[in-house]
Nanobody
Framework: QVHLEEAGGGLVQAGASLRLSCAAS????????MAWFRRAPGKERENLASISWIDDTTSYADSVKGRFAISRDNAKNTAYLQMNSLKPEDTAVYYC?????????????WGQGTQVTVSS
């Protein structure tokens, strides 16, 4: 089993930056990939960014490319999401997720979510 603990959300003004963190505990030796998602009111969940625990490759949604950056700290089993130039439309609950090792990448473990609110 794996437990994910998110931190770093809050209320900021447009143009500000925030850094979210997601600490994994438990069976962390089996991490394949970690990702950040968000869900805004009335919208579907969106996969923002992901990072491989094996080779450090990253991927981003077009909506955040160039503004958000995902990174990891293997020693701390923690993934980060640096969010710059925040916009009101970035307001959402942000979730981290973990895909354990396997043939397919399936995000089996989820954090509780952290609220990010961007005021105009």
């Amino acid at each position: 089993q794996v437990h994910l603990e998110e931190a770093g959300g809050g209320l900021v003004q447009a143009g500000a930056s925030l850094r979210l963190s997601c600490a994994a505990s438990g069976r962390t030796s089996s991490i394949k990939r970690m990702a950040w998602f968000r869900r805004a009111p009335g919208k579907e969940r969106e996969n923002l960014a992901s990072i491989s625990w094996i080779d450090d490759t990253t991927s981003y949604a077009d909506s955040v490319k160039g503004r958000f950056a995902i990174s990891r700290d293997n020693a701390k089993n923690t993934a980060y999401l640096q969010m710059n130039s925040l916009k009101p439309e970035d307001t959402a609950v942000y979730y981290c997720a973990l895909a354990p090792l396997g043939i397919s990448t399936v995000y089996s473990y989820w954090g509780q979510g952290t609220q990010v609110t961007v005021s105009s």
